[in-house]
Nanobody
Framework: QEQLVESGGGSVQAGGSLRLSCAASGGTFGSSCMGWFRQISEKEREGVVSIDVDGSATYAHSVKGRFTISKDNAKNTVYLQMNSLKPEDTAMYYC??????????????????????WGQGSLVTVSS
């Protein structure tokens, strides 16, 4: 079973940058869509960005041009570089992996019923 361990996050001022990392173990990294969801309310997570097996990425309109997702297949790790951060980016960010749900449809998806794996969450706080 795939396991995801996140690192990164923290507190920055508006305009600053942060990088999130998500290390996968379990053997399915190479066949999984990877991405990040962020908590938008007490009960809802929404897809922000995803990267498919072939490296193609999909971004939410609100982060396009500011966030960049990448992956290192040798390290089984996905990265989210977040630049020009805004206070509205403040949230808990969760890394996710799944082999079934269409990767390009992750953005805007809320509370997916069953994904293969979730990270523990990384808090990003952006102050104005």
């Amino acid at each position: 079973q795939e396991q995801l361990v996140e690192s990164g996050g923290g507190s920055v001022q508006a305009g600053g940058s942060l990088r999130l990392s998500c290390a996968a173990s379990g053997g399915t990294f190479g066949s999984s869509c990877m991405g990040w969801f962020r908590q938008i309310s007490e009960k809802e997570r929404e897809g922000v960005v995803s990267i498919d097996v072939d490296g193609s990425a999909t971004y939410a309109h609100s982060v396009k041009g500011r966030f960049t997702i990448s992956k290192d297949n040798a390290k089984n790790t996905v990265y989210l570089q977040m630049n020009s951060l805004k206070p509205e980016d403040t949230a808990m960010y969760y890394c996710a992996a799944d082999r079934s749900f269409p990767c390009a449809l992750w953005v805007g998806l809320r509370n997916p019923a069953v994904f293969d794996a979730w990270g523990q969450g990384s808090l990003v706080t952006v102050s104005s």
